[in-house]
C-alpha cells in the first residue's frame, strides 16, 4: 500500500511540474513565424542511357563490333570504364519473336555517368558519329544533398529570425531567447519534369562545335519551411 501511495505522489507531482512548465510558456510574450528558404542547384550527376541495338546495324557491323567502338569512343573523352560506365542487364527481343514472328535481335544497354551538360553533349556528339543514336536522359542528381539540404534549413531559420525581428522591432519591442523550433519536413530535391525528356542525337546542333552547347538541364530546387517562436523582451 505504501508503494502505491508514493507513486501517485511521484506522479502528481511530475504533473505539476509538467503543467507549471508550460503554463510559464503560455504566460510568456512570445512571437510565432515561419521561415521560408530555398536554393538553385545545377545537377552535377547526370546519367545517360545508351542502347546499342543490333536491329540498327543489321548488315554493317555486329553489336560486339560496336560496343568496343563505343567503349574506345568513351575513353578517349576522359570516361572512367570502371567508375562511369555501367552495363544493363538486358536480352534479346524474344517475347516480339514469339508474338510477332520477327527477327531475334540482341540489344544492350549501358548507364554513362557525366558531370556537367556539356560533357552529356560531347558523349551524345561522338557517339552519333559511330552510328550510335538511341541516348536517352535517366535521371540527374546532386552529389552534395544532404549537405544541401542543411543549408536550406539554415536559412529558413535566419529568414525566420529576420521576420520575427522586424516584426517586434516596430512595436519599439526586443527579441528574446527561442521558444521553439518545429520542423516540419525534411527538404526534398525537386526535379522538373524536363529531365525525362528524350535527348535527340540526331539533331544538327549535337554535331560539331556546338555539341557542348546542345543540351542544358534544368536546376534542382530544394525548399523548406520552419516554424520558430521566439519571446518577447
Do not use: C
Amino acid at each position: 500500500m505504501k508503494k502505491y501511495t508514493i507513486s501517485l505522489i511521484f506522479l502528481f507531482a511530475a504533473f505539476l511540474v509538467q503543467a507549471q512548465d508550460s503554463k510559464n510558456f503560455i504566460d510568456q510574450n512570445y512571437i510565432e513565424v515561419t521561415g521560408v528558404a530555398f536554393k538553385e542547384v545545377t545537377p552535377d550527376e547526370i546519367y545517360l542511357s545508351v542502347q546499342l541495338n543490333e536491329k540498327d546495324n543489321k548488315g554493317k557491323e555486329s553489336l560486339e563490333t560496336l560496343e568496343r567502338k563505343m567503349l574506345r569512343t568513351l575513353e578517349k573523352l576522359g570516361i572512367d570504364l570502371k567508375e562511369q560506365v555501367t552495363r544493363k542487364d538486358r536480352t534479346s527481343n524474344f517475347q516480339f519473336y514469339f508474338l510477332r514472328r520477327t527477327d531475334v535481335f540482341a540489344s544492350k544497354e549501358y548507364t554513362v555517368q557525366v558531370k556537367t551538360a556539356a560533357q552529356a553533349g560531347e558523349v551524345i556528339s561522338h557517339l552519333a558519329d559511330i552510328g550510335i543514336s538511341n541516348i536517352g536522359l535517366e535521371r540527374v542528381s546532386y552529389s552534395k544533398e544532404d549537405e544541401l539540404k542543411m543549408e536550406v534549413k539554415l536559412m529558413a531559420l535566419t529568414n525566420a529570425r529576420q521576420k520575427a525581428s522586424m516584426l517586434v522591432n516596430a512595436l519599439d519591442r526586443q527579441l528574446g531567447t527561442v521558444l521553439h523550433i518545429q520542423d516540419y519536413d525534411n527538404p526534398g530535391i525537386s526535379r522538373p519534369r524536363a529531365y525525362e525528356m528524350k535527348i535527340d542525337a540526331n539533331s544538327d546542333a549535337l554535331y560539331g562545335s556546338r555539341a557542348a552547347d546542345a543540351i542544358a538541364f534544368d536546376k534542382l530546387r530544394v525548399e523548406t519551411s520552419i516554424q520558430v517562436k521566439f519571446a518577447i523582451d
